[in-house]
């Protein structure tokens, strides 16, 4: 019978890491800070969108920085020219009914969202096929139902939060956040990445 194997061709990246701890302070310092209903109306953010610049956040800023730059050291296998910035992040905070629609994050290259304070009925965040996205079965044409799923069948990928939990990705990948279904708020800290160093070479230089 003849051999086949499969090879993944261009896979998007959704890294994880976990037992990123928070200490006390920095948790009653999120919890005091000023927040806002956006247009939505259907969750709080913090006024402050530089929240992991202020000092009292260093150390934890510090932990999601290294973790991300090692996972996308390892898995881009980047050159040592290359670096990576945090360009803003803010607080989320979901009361009970409270969720987040579909969206992207834009002037951007990399996305994360950190959980400080959630627990197992506070909402997952899905990750989604994009429309455009015609690589194995487009959207337009599914069967409604696989023996199991896979890489390749699945139009979606949920991610169960739980405390400690660092959750990266490209900031084109369109994602949302379900009903938070507990009696308690859900905290969490999202954040952008933008390049820096030496990026190409020759005529195709950039420096940043």
Not at 61 to 69: P, V
Request: aromatic share 12%.
């Amino acid at each position: 019978m003849p051999q086949y194997k499969i090879q993944n061709l261009f896979p998007t990246p959704l890294m994880m890491h976990d037992e990123i701890a928070t200490t006390e302070k920095q948790r009653d310092f999120v919890y005091a800070q000023n927040w806002y209903r956006p247009e939505a109306n259907n969750g709080w953010l913090t006024e402050n969108h530089y929240l992991l610049d202020e000092p009292v956040m260093k150390t934890l800023k510090d932990k999601i920085m290294s973790a991300f730059n090692k996972m996308v050291s390892d898995v881009l296998q980047l050159p040592d020219t290359t670096g990576w910035r945090m360009t803003n992040s803010w607080g989320v905070k979901h009361n009970t009914g409270d969720w987040a629609q579909e969206h992207i994050h834009t002037n951007c290259v990399f996305s994360g969202v950190y959980y400080m304070d959630v627990n197992d009925s506070a909402g997952t965040i899905s990750f989604l096929k994009s429309v455009n996205d015609n690589s194995t079965l487009p959207l337009v044409f599914r069967p409604g139902v696989y023996k199991e799923p896979t890489d390749y069948n699945l139009d979606h990928a949920n991610v169960h939060p739980y405390n400690g939990l660092l959750v990266c990705f490209p900031s084109s990948l369109m994602h949302k956040v379900s009903v938070n279904k507990s009696e308690w708020d859900r905290y969490s800290i999202a954040f952008n990445f933008f390049p820096t160093g030496t990026w190409g070479r020759e005529e195709h230089e950039l420096v940043l």
